[in-house]
């Protein structure tokens, strides 16, 4: 069936593709947006919204644990996995009924074509899609994200990945996790919490590579103290085997083989563009060597006329930064190259259990081209952990000596992501540390403690003769030593 010609058509219905979608139709563009099964995407209906439902069910669980601490008598708690996997459904729908993005999808007379199939290009103004639609326009944006990276190993095919662990409908007794970035971390943490025996496989020499090293050894500590098994530096995989209770790993490192068998085996090696189908070529659209849609600063592909935004870039895959891509994408589709996308100040986190989180540099990197001063508290000496009874973790930030700029900040511990959100606005906003350490927010919170740690960073930097505030950290401490009785500041 052929429709009327658009302005701009967007294939993929992520947060990408929707952003450059209204913001097209914002601009005055006669605009499609194609969905291959429903709007949302990866985000709504399998990545962080149900999985965030997952991690606040085992978070749930770990409190639960901790009542008797202060005088509450519960029993043993106990997961009723089926009732768990009703509840992110209704988090799913209720998510989507609530979604302001379809209400303004609507409102700017969007036209959203929801199970549509695999979109592939005709020719380089002409898409087709599996339910029978053909459609042309000016312009076109490629939205339609990632997916989990195969590997030609014997036996892949007994693997599962993260989006397999999600849909699971029981919870398995044992689990290999291979791959400790972000995904890989997730899925482990979440099914340790659910009583699964994990093992953490990472081919690289630490867990959690991308991450500063102090928060990769603290996660390490707190996977080990829960009873995961994690495995750095492993060697490689030769091959998986069905076995009666599931599926067997062979790896080898040096020469030496060796082997493991769980319930279930999930890969988690890495985010691949999801091309499959769009037959780019048809349309003279290039992929980089990475196996991504090369774009330019302005998000334009080889084809001056298409545009892509999101996890198919392969730029930081982040629900945030896809947002931000889509904006742009749909600006310089529909106005003409105006808006770079730039680098962004980017908060990352996890929901892991410990939650970790960090903006900027990693120490190492920033110590690599900055002389730079780093402060350290610990989540045992400030107050508001102490309070919640969670005490394991730390928040750092790194400072830059001659400018007095923080350059990054690393937490893993209690609300790890919620305090970074807070350094990110400050680095965004190109604050001092010094201006950072005199805000005198509320006592006790977690956002005080990188207030407490800025303190200290300005202590180090002699920032503090001139600049003080008011309020004290009742019986806190930070690595560099003593809080300054010049410059106190409110805790945690």
């Not at 429903?38 to 770990?62: K, T």
């Not at 048809?282 to 080889?302: C, I, K, M, P, W």
């Amino acid at each position: 069936m052929n429709l009327p010609n658009a302005d701009v058509i967007v294939i993929g219905a992520g947060p990408a593709g929707v952003l450059a979608a209204l913001r097209a139709a914002d601009l005055g563009a006669r605009t499609v947006l194609l969905a291959r099964d429903e709007i949302g995407g990866m985000a709504a209906n399998d990545g962080p919204v149900p999985v965030r439902v997952l991690a606040h069910a085992a978070r749930l669980i770990r409190d639960a644990r901790q009542l008797g601490q202060y005088g509450i008598t519960v029993g043993e708690p106990v997961l009723d996995y089926s009732r768990l996997l009703e509840r992110v459904r209704e988090v799913v729908r209720d998510v989507r009924r609530h979604s302001s993005l379809r209400q303004q999808i609507d409102a700017l007379r969007v036209t959203a074509l929801e199970q549509v199939g695999v979109a592939h290009f005709a020719d380089p103004h002409t898409l087709e899609t599996e339910s029978g639609l053909r459609l042309q326009a000016d312009k076109i944006i490629i939205c339609t994200g990632g997916v989990s990276r195969r590997l030609p190993i014997p036996g892949f095919e007994l693997t599962s990945t993260h989006s397999d662990a999600w849909r699971l409908t029981s919870v398995p007794p044992s689990m290999l996790v291979i791959g400790s970035g972000a995904t890989g971390v997730q899925v482990a943490s979440i099914f340790r919490a659910f009583g699964s025996q994990v093992q953490l496989f990472e081919a690289a020499p630490r867990i959690l590579m991308t991450e500063d090293e102090d928060v990769g050894a603290a996660v390490k500590a707190a996977f080990l103290e829960s009873g995961m098994v994690v495995r750095e530096n492993f060697g490689s995989i030769e091959s998986f085997e069905k076995t009666a209770a599931g599926v067997r790993m062979v790896f080898s490192k040096d020469g030496k083989k060796d082997s493991t068998e769980a319930a279930l085996a999930v890969m988690a090696v890495g985010w691949v563009a999801d091309t499959a189908g769009l037959r780019l070529a048809a349309a003279g659209v290039e992929l980089n060597q990475r196996g991504f849609v090369n774009v330019d600063e302005y998000l334009r592909t080889s084809a001056p006329h298409i545009f892509a935004a999101g996890d198919i870039t392969g730029r930081l895959m982040l629900v945030p930064q896809a947002l931000q891509a889509g904006f742009a994408a749909a600006t310089n589709a529909v106005k003409g190259p105006s808006m770079p996308l730039g680098d962004h100040t980017s908060p990352i986190g996890s929901f892991t259990d410990p939650e970790y989180a960090q903006v900027g540099l990693t120490e190492a990197k920033a110590r690599s081209t900055n002389d730079v001063v780093t402060a350290v508290a610990h989540f045992d000496s400030t107050v508001r952990t102490i309070v919640d009874g969670r005490k394991f973790g730390f928040c750092k930030l790194i400072v830059d000596r001659k400018t007095c700029r923080i350059l990054g900040c690393h937490v893993v511990g209690e609300r790890a992501v919620d305090i970074t959100q807070v350094a990110a606005i400050a680095m965004a906003a190109g604050m001092r540390v010094d201006e950072l350490a005199r805000i005198p927010l509320s006592f006790p919170t977690y956002a005080g403690i990188l207030v407490l740690v800025a303190t200290d960073a300005a202590r180090q930097l002699d920032l503090t003769q001139t600049r003080a505030t008011q309020q004290v950290d009742y019986g806190t401490n930070t690595d560099a030593g003593r809080v300054d009785d010049r410059l106190v500041t409110t805790g945690a």
